[in-house]
């Protein structure tokens, strides 16, 4: 007997050639909708909108080296790539404790860990910025310190790609940037309220950016500013006229990119977690940090060093430790991260 022919189902389609919603515009943000989609986009070196890839995978772990039994830290948990990895090594008996301030993303990342079998003896999530890592550990009880602890200082794809957010000048939306959306001004108030020795420091010490004065005069003279696409516009008749597109798009980059540093406070966050990560550790406990700027990573080396040199850390890393050219390949936002580790003394 035949079997009766499934019915026919149409791919759906989007209304006009150009889609005006996040939701409608990435095929990707649905992988079991469209997984020949996903496969093009990572194919062509691309991260798929609304996903996350995790970089410097096997090197993190190699750095970290978890082990069946060991208790450890996720401090910025975002996706969960990172902890997904490590979470496999930890069985039997192993614990994790995933850590991220933002409250829109977490939720959905511990609902996709849970989903592969992760309970709460093993993945402990709490929803909490890096800085209060020492204060979670004295919650749990975890009062002798970690084996191992990861930091990724990165933005996650998600909160990049999703406009409502206000990260990226690729895309329109509101100009929010907050990590936590609950917390806080978003950046259109921020700008408002900003000085201009205040707003030029910002785009200096966040961004590395050689016409800071310039462009922080022009974006007061402009306010209020509500969209990223205002933002965008008003950096880009601000640079230099001389500046090709490529010069202009890394200008438009480093100012939304410092901006969102000083609405997070994200300098102030990591100089207080670098200085209590040494108590978080057990005598012999790893840790690796991940960062993605200047600013974070002198922070981050500065740490190793002068810890290294007083004995607190026995040994760390001689170099950065970067992407392969086969990584960044494979995912051109790799391109810029950067990863440093130590082992406590």
């Known amino acids: 007997m035949n079997e009766p022919e499934k019915p026919f189902k149409r791919r759906q389609r989007y209304r006009g050639t150009h889609p005006r919603k996040f939701e409608q515009k990435y095929k990707e943000l649905d992988p079991e909708r ?5 496969a093009k986009v990572i194919a062509s070196g691309k991260t798929p909108a609304g996903q996350h890839r995790p970089i410097l995978v096997s090197e993190i772990l190699d750095s970290l080296a978890p082990q069946p039994g060991q208790r450890g830290a996720d401090v ?78 990165g933005l996650s794809s998600m909160q990049i790609d999703n406009p409502e957010r206000g990260f990226s000048y690729k895309h329109d939306g509101p100009l929010d940037m907050r990590m936590n959306p609950e917390r806080g001004a978003p950046a259109s108030q921020w700008l408002g309220k900003c000085t201009l ?23 007061l003279a402009t306010l209020p500013i509500e969209t990223t696409k205002g933002l965008r516009e008003m950096v880009s008749s601000a640079i230099p006229p001389h500046f090709d597109d490529e010069e202009r798009s890394r200008t438009i980059a480093r100012v939304f990119q410092a901006i969102r540093i000083a609405v997070n406070e994200e300098f102030t966050a990591l100089d207080s977690f670098l200085k209590q990560l040494p108590n978080c550790l057990k005598k012999g406990g790893r840790v690796a940090i991940l960062s993605f700027h200047s600013g974070e990573d002198r922070r981050v080396k500065h740490h190793f060093r002068d810890n290294f040199r007083s004995g607190i850390y026995s040994k760390i890393a001689n170099e950065i430790v970067r992407p392969t050219y086969e990584e960044i390949g494979r995912n051109s936002r790799a391109a810029s991260a950067k990863m440093r580790w130590g082992i406590r003394a």
């Open 34 to 38: 469209d997984p020949e989609t996903i």
């Open 197 to 219: 020795k205040k707003l030029t420091n910002a785009l200096t010490n966040g961004g590395d950016e050689p016409h800071a004065r310039d462009i922080a005069r022009a974006i």
């Open 76 to 153: 910025t948990l975002g996706y969960g790539g990172h902890s997904q990895e490590i979470l496999a090594r930890l069985k039997p008996g192993g614990q994790l404790l995933a850590l991220d301030v933002d409250s829109l993303q977490l939720p959905r990342t511990e609902s996709r860990l849970r989903g592969l079998g992760y309970d709460e003896d093993t993945l402990i999530v709490r929803r909490s910025n890096y800085a209060g890592l020492a204060a979670m550990l004295g919650k749990l009880d975890w009062t002798e310190g970690l084996d191992f602890l990861l930091a990724d200082l």
